[in-house]
């Protein structure tokens, strides 16, 4: 992307930083204020009591159901949990313990859309049914990996249960308390939509080329599991395992900062404060630790936070804490931007309707800085 100062010079912004690259009605971020709202409402207050499928439905059809929709879209998810035997075919196909489950993730959705006999139609009704097919089924995916991690089978889903506890029923093999199925629907809640994130951006881009859905969440998916976005999640619970206690934090900090590492779960390229989804995810973390009778995690997050605040300025994100919220739910800590992908599908599919809706194709420039008008000798002219 390139922009001109003044009369002509060209210049690149590095990170697209700041520019607007289309316009959308689904999310919006004040980041000096920080504050999230999704299609104008406060994300803040609803996130811990709002059903995590009328959120979606929220975000996919610009108003939130009634009793009688969300009822209808529910049955609907419910009905399509089960992932085809090809899906359990793959697994097996592959070392669970050195594959990054993203990797899975990412081809599991590949091949969704090689098995849809219509994945090529990107009608506003068709991507409704396809986004409706692959949040149904992403739980199911994320839970048999989360199992078979640990050589456990699959579980089947449970369609008497709720979206939410019926994810925690196939990852533990029981029916999760209706706190725990509260604390997993808020989490999902939160991670639905974040306006054009690295994620949701490379899905609009693959959409804004009139390719197919599949190939569009693909993109979102294979984003998501870099380090500086979804990735960090994981990353954040690695951190907090490698600290090991409250007493090493100042020591830990002094050396990662001297080695300019970053911090995963810190920083933001929108917030200028702490991200707003920070303060549930840590409620959440707080009880859940306090719950299992591990308050250990929850202790040293808050110290590094402090830390982190008071030396360098930078606040927790949204993976900070929402790292002890998925490993207290029993997720394993390689799952945990798995768990977010199964989310983020919300937010992906809404863009990627907004973009078919209104599309013109994403195509950028470079500021082109090489050699030209070399000639051309056979061999490198050796
Ligand atoms: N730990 C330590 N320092 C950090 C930091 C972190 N997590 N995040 C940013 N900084 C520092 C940078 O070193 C830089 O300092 P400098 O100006 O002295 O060089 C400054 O803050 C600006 O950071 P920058 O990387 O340019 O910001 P960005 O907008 O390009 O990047 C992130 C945003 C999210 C990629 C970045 O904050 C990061 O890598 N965070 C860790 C990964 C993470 O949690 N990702 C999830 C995001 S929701």
Redesign the pocket.
């Known amino acids: 992307m390139t922009a001109t100062t003044g009369e002509s010079e060209p210049r690149v912004i590095a990170?697209l930083?700041g520019v607007l690259a289309c316009e959308s009605r689904i999310a919006s971020i004040d980041g000096p204020n920080g504050i999230l709202e999704y299609r104008g409402y406060n994300v803040r207050d609803f996130a811990d009591t709002a059903d995590f499928l009328a959120v979606s439905y929220l975000l996919w059809h610009d108003r939130w159901p009634s009793a009688q929709q969300l009822a209808h879209f529910d049955q609907e998810v419910r009905a399509q949990r089960q992932v085809p035997p090809q899906v359990h075919e793959m697994l097996r196909l592959v070392d669970l313990r050195s594959t990054n489950p993203m990797a899975l993730v990412r081809t599991a959705v590949s091949l969704r859309g090689a098995l849809d006999p219509t994945a090529d139609d990107t009608g506003h009704d068709a991507v409704l049914a396809k986004a409706t097919g692959v949040l149904a089924r992403l739980p199911t995916l994320v839970a048999a990996l989360s199992r078979g991690l640990s050589g456990q089978a699959a579980i089947a889903p449970d369609p008497a249960l709720s979206h939410a506890a019926n994810y925690l029923y196939m990852l533990r093999g029981r029916a999760p308390s209706d706190e725990d199925a509260a604390a997993l629907n808020t989490i999902l809640t939160l991670y639905a939509e974040h306006e054009l994130n690295a994620s949701t951006f490379a899905s609009r881009t693959v959409a804004g080329t009139l390719s197919d859905f599949y190939s569009a969440v693909v993109a979102g998916v294979a984003a998501l599991k870099g380090?500086?976005?979804g990735g960090?999640v994981d990353d954040a619970m690695r951190l907090f395992r490698e600290i090991g206690s409250v007493d090493n934090v100042a020591q830990y900090l002094d050396r990662a900062l001297a080695e300019?590492r970053?911090?995963?779960?810190?920083?933001?390229?929108v917030y200028r404060t702490r991200d707003p989804r920070a303060y549930h995810l840590e409620a959440i973390a707080r009880r859940l630790g306090a719950a299992a009778g591990e308050p250990v995690w929850v202790d040293i997050a808050t110290r590094v936070e402090q830390e982190m605040v008071a030396r360098?300025r930078?606040n927790a994100?949204?993976?900070y804490y929402a790292a002890l919220a998925l490993y207290h739910l029993g997720f394993p800590l390689t799952m945990f931007t798995s768990v977010i992908a199964s989310s983020r599908i919300v937010g992906w599919s809404a863009h990627i309707m907004e973009q078919y809706g209104d599309n013109r194709l994403i195509r950028p420039r470079a500021l082109y800085r090489g050699a030209t008008g070399l000639t051309y000798q056979p061999n490198g002219g050796t």
């Open positions: 990170g930083d380090p500086l976005h960090a300019k970053k911090i995963p779960g810190f920083g933001h390229r360098k930078i994100n949204v993976d």
